[in-house]
Nanobody
Framework: QVHLAESGGGLVQAGGSLRLSCVASGSILSIGTMAWYRQAPGKQRELVARINTDGSTNYRASVQDRFTISRDNAKNTVSLQMNSLKPEDTAVYYC????????????????WGPGTQVTVSS
C-alpha cells in the first residue's frame, strides 16, 4: 500500500506565507515527478508546480516568483513554500506523485493525497 499525506494548510491573511509538505509512504520502488495541484470551489483541478527527479521545476504562471517547490528524495517528500499569498490562491491543495510500488508490475502510476485546505483572507 502506498499513501500520500499532505500537511501545512490553514488560514492566512493576504500577503502571508504557508508551507505545505507531503510524504509518500509505504512500499515504494521508485518515485518520479512530484507535483502540487489545487482545486477551488466550482473550478477544475489545476497544476500549481511540478518537480522532476533531477530537480527541474515548472510553475503555473500565476504563482511564479511567489511559490517554490522542493523535494527530498531520501525522505520521499515534496514541499511547497507559498509566499505573498493572495485570496485567489484559496483552494484545496493536493500532492501528486508518479511512482512505482514495490512488488507490483514495473509501471508508473499516479498517486494522490487527500488534500489540504488553504484559505487566504483579504
Amino acid at each position: 500500500q502506498v499513501h500520500l499525506a499532505e500537511s501545512g494548510g490553514g488560514l492566512v491573511q493576504a500577503g502571508g506565507s504557508l508551507r505545505l509538505s507531503c510524504v509518500a509512504s509505504g512500499s515504494i520502488l521508485s518515485i518520479g515527478t512530484m507535483a502540487w495541484y489545487r482545486q477551488a470551489p466550482g473550478k477544475q483541478r489545476e497544476l500549481v508546480a511540478r518537480i522532476n527527479t533531477d530537480g527541474s521545476t515548472n510553475y503555473r504562471a500565476s504563482v511564479q516568483d511567489r511559490f517554490t517547490i522542493s523535494r527530498d528524495n531520501a525522505k520521499n517528500t515534496v514541499s511547497l513554500q507559498m509566499n505573498s499569498l493572495k485570496p485567489e490562491d484559496t483552494a484545496v491543495y493536493y500532492c501528486n506523485a508518479l511512482l512505482i510500488p514495490r512488488n507490483s508490475a514495473p509501471s508508473w502510476s499516479d498517486y494522490w493525497g487527500p488534500g489540504t485546505q488553504v484559505t487566504v483572507s483579504s
